[in-house]
């Protein structure tokens, strides 16, 4: 089915309401906002914060609903629902969960551990529960950070039924009754996994796929700022695409992590073939360095473009090496599919104190950080779109350029640059050097080489192969 932003979907009746959450670790800094298109990225992420997200359930659907009308009427997200028990590659889609609450309560009903103000505070997946119960039959069944005190940590039971509280270590030691009543009004229940994606054509069905994990309740960083860059790559390519529809087909997952991508590849394992670039985006808004996690091979042209992205951004960074844990990369990555899947990312998966705590929350991340995000991660695509390999059709000795009019047509302050890299673009298009391969060994900015390259196709000297 596909979501507009004004239809009502039916699986949206029963949304998880949003919810306030605990304030900010003091000494956090403000978010700071410089640009309209900033502040609308990091709204999105304030929108999506409150909600209450699993790996299935209404969170995840209310989530995509609001995507969907980030996006608008003209970029429409296909929604997919998986139902419970399907047989997904080796894995199989488990039930689907629910939560309306959940608090550990005094006897004389005084909540002291309430969902309401923190929607980490219930093990992600708890089965439901509620009773009377010892403080020593309860203490098994908490989750604290003895180094981060006041720290709520996100923890989850997704394929082992179990339930439990997440809550800070100076809560969990202010649990001093010998008894306490507790509540988790979860359900877990065959129903579906819910996942979206989102298509820009291009001019072949070759395709660049990027994903963002839709699975985690209020965190931003991970991963709301991977939601938020995603939605506004997508509005400001299919803007772009308008004047001029890119070369490769676009496909943009939100999808929950791991099981969302098994259940994707799977039900798409055809259009997997046309996968010729991908990379996951994730943990875009800190105020870490920035980092790219090359493909299992290492030396494919997504890592080839993203080190050459990031070494223009002037922005510190810096390019890893492969590992088999992390994000939905790992799935594209998996020898049965073997495909070229990077991941883009600030702070990097589980070395940020703040990773998986609530105190990855609005103050973690601002609205400045994602746009830069979002720059890097266009350039990234405008490179994969513009990064030809062309043949030079007058191959013998140089072509005479100034009977052509070719100089005539140079224009620009760096008049000199592009001259070089027209002499360059000759010299390497023999069907083996790619544009970026060029503008590396000729040290020019890709654009450069870029544009040589389109004059020379004008004038009949290049054609792609
Ligand atoms: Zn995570």
Redesign the pocket.
């Known amino acids: 089915m596909s979501l507009s932003p004004v239809s009502k979907s039916p699986v949206l009746q029963n949304p998880v309401s949003p919810r306030p959450v605990e304030p900010a670790p003091a000494g956090a800094a403000p978010a700071q906002p410089t640009s309209k298109r900033g502040e609308a990225m990091y709204d999105l992420v304030r929108e999506l914060y409150p909600i209450c997200r699993s790996i299935t359930g209404n969170g995840v659907r209310q989530t995509l609903q609001l995507i969907a009308r980030a996006l608008g009427p003209e970029l429409p997200l296909e929604v997919s629902e998986v139902p419970t028990g399907t047989e997904v590659l080796d894995w199989t889609v488990p039930k689907e969960w629910n939560i309306k609450g959940g608090w550990i309560q005094r006897l004389n009903g005084e909540r002291v551990i309430d969902f309401e103000r923190c929607n980490l505070h219930v093990l992600n997946y708890s089965t439901p529960i509620r009773q009377r119960i010892s403080r020593a039959e309860l203490e098994p069944h908490l989750y604290s950070l003895p180094e981060q005190p006041d720290w709520v940590p996100y923890r989850t039971s997704y394929y082992a039924e179990r339930w439990g509280f997440c809550l800070s270590q100076r809560q969990r030691e202010s649990l001093t009754d010998p008894e306490y009543d507790i509540c988790i009004d979860s359900s877990l229940e065959p129903g579906h996994l819910t996942y979206a994606e989102c298509v820009i054509p291009g001019q072949t069905a070759q395709e660049i796929v990027l994903t963002a ?1 839709v699975c ?1 309740p209020s ?1 931003c960083n ?2 709301l700022s991977g939601l938020s860059v995603a939605t506004f790559l997508l509005k400001e390519l299919h803007a772009v695409a308008q004047a001029q529809q890119p070369r490769y087909t676009l496909r943009v997952l939100f999808i929950p ?1 791991t099981i969302g991508s098994i259940s994707w590849l799977a039900r798409n394992r055809e259009r997997a073939d046309s996968i010729k670039h991908g990379m996951s985006l994730v943990c875009l808004g800190d105020a870490s360095p920035y980092c790219y996690k090359r493909t299992l091979h290492g030396q494919r042209e997504i890592d080839r473009v993203l080190s050459h992205v990031l070494a223009s951004s002037g922005q510190p960074h810096e390019v890893i090496d492969y590992f088999p844990y992390g994000y939905d990369e790992r799935q594209f990555n998996s020898p049965g599919f073997a495909l070229p899947f990077g991941s883009i990312m600030r702070g990097q ?1 589980g070395k940020f104190p703040e ?2 705590t609530s105190a990855d929350n609005l103050s973690f991340i601002s609205g400045q950080r994602l746009e830069q995000s979002l720059e890097l991660c266009l350039a990234a695509v405008h490179m994969l779109n513009d990064n030809r390999t062309f043949r030079n059709l007058r191959p013998y000795g140089e072509p005479q350029l100034g009977k052509r009019g070719v100089y005539k047509a140079l224009g620009g302050a760096h008049i000199a640059d592009t001259q070089l890299a027209l002499f360059w673009v000759l010299a390497l298009s023999d069907e083996q050097h790619d544009l970026l391969s060029i503008a590396e060994r000729a040290k020019l900015p890709f654009n450069t080489v870029r544009d040589a390259a389109l004059l020379l196709e004008r004038q009949e000297l290049l054609r792609a192969v």
Do not use: F
């Open positions: 994990h985690h965190l991970d991963n992590g998966h990773y998986h």
